[in-house]
């Protein structure tokens, strides 16, 4: 079972900001926070992750809260190519650790 | 930035065939690979584990006779699914990833598999 809960779903404006929160109560101290997207008949694509610090890349920022059980993805300026199914996942480490996704939260960008 | 490849993007075939997908990583060399299957409106459900030069971990009900797994390189990972019959059809979906734990996995983009 997915150790994350995200909304099913979230509507944001062409230009604003989408901010995509994630629960992850029952993270451990060795399990980092990783993001992904996957757009209609696509494989998931990679956008950040994090383990303990906020982070920042050129596709969205990362804000881990300091008890590390919640998380929030930042898309600074959504455009309507970021419509699509984002998922929050928590796993030991990128190249050995399973991903397990949930349901993720579909994000609709509208115009 | 990293790149997996998958072919073929889309195959179609007649119940009882066997059918394999490739799974390639382009410009690293992948240590463990990852198959995933997702249905219709459903989210990804890891079926193995593949770490080159051994065999693969399948996830609990997943048949290893069904999904043959083969990683014989650090580049390479390929899922036979034998004798596929309509329950098969799904979209299969490979990852890959590097030497290094803080390197995330990639995904490639997809195999759907249609059996008639």
């Known amino acids: 079972d997915a150790k994350t809960t995200q909304p099913t779903s979230m509507d944001c404006a062409e230009g604003r900001a989408a901010n995509l929160p994630c629960n992850h109560s029952t993270i451990s101290g060795n399990e980092y926070v990783y993001w992904y997207r996957q757009i209609h008949s696509q494989g998931p694509q990679y956008i950040i992750h994090?383990?303990?610090n906020n982070e920042t890349n050129e596709m969205a920022s990362l804000i881990i809260t300091e008890d590390r059980k919640s998380s929030t993805l930042i898309l600074p300026h959504a455009t309507l190519r970021d419509t699509a199914v984002y998922y929050c996942i928590v796993s030991t480490s990128g190249n050995t650790g399973k991903l397990i996704f949930g349901q993720g939260t579909t994000l609709q960008v509208k115009p | 930035g990293a790149v997996v490849s998958q072919h073929p993007s889309r195959v179609i075939c007649k119940s009882g065939t066997s059918v394999k997908i490739e799974c390639r990583s382009l410009d690293f060399q992948a240590t463990t690979m990852f198959w995933y299957r997702q249905f219709p409106k459903q989210s990804l459900m890891l079926m193995a584990t593949?770490?080159?030069?051994?065999?693969?971990?399948?996830e609990q009900g997943v048949e290893k006779d069904k999904f043959l797994i083969n990683h014989a390189s650090l580049t390479l990972s390929t899922l036979t699914v034998t004798s596929a019959h309509p329950e098969d059809s799904s979209f299969y979906i490979c990852?890959?990833?590097?030497?290094?734990?803080?390197?995330?996995?990639?995904f490639g983009d997809g195999t759907r598999l249609s059996i008639l």
């Open positions: 593949s770490n080159e030069g051994s065999k693969a971990t399948y």
């Open positions: 990852s890959a990833a590097g030497h290094y734990s803080n390197q995330p996995q990639h």
């Open positions: 994090g383990l303990k």
